[in-house]
């Protein structure tokens, strides 16, 4: 596996509108409850997957879903898919405990995530 393989989608993030009302249709679906819950974000674990609400798209103004591909070097998966056209939105940034995060969009305007936990 080469430093910017990615290890697929691990974690999708859901704007909503109403964080209290979210979380009781996300627990409901998922069977569990949040492992994360705060008033800026809420986040289960279900699957080996992780769901988090974002309230209001959060401040990085998400209007959609975004699924996050885990990768194992995000500035090496990030240099890679611009040079091949993809437009890189919210360039890589610690989150917490390590996590760095960055978005882009492809050529329709899709925006894709990137996570690398260190």
Wanted: glycine share 14%.
């Amino acid at each position: 596996m080469t430093s910017s393989s990615t290890q697929g989608i691990k974690t999708v993030l859901h704007p909503v509108s109403d964080l209290a009302a979210a979380k009781k249709v996300y627990a409901a679906l998922l069977g569990v409850s949040p492992q994360a819950d705060a008033p800026y974000y809420v986040g289960f674990e279900a699957g080996g997957q992780h769901i988090g609400l974002v309230p209001g798209g959060g401040p990085q103004g998400m209007t959609s879903p975004v699924a996050y591909w885990h990768v194992q070097d995000i500035e090496a998966k990030l240099a890679e898919v611009t040079a091949a056209g993809a437009t890189v939105k919210e360039p890589a940034h610690d989150v917490g405990g390590g996590r760095l995060v960055a978005t882009v969009t492809d050529p329709d305007g899709n925006v894709l995530g990137l996570l690398q936990d260190r």
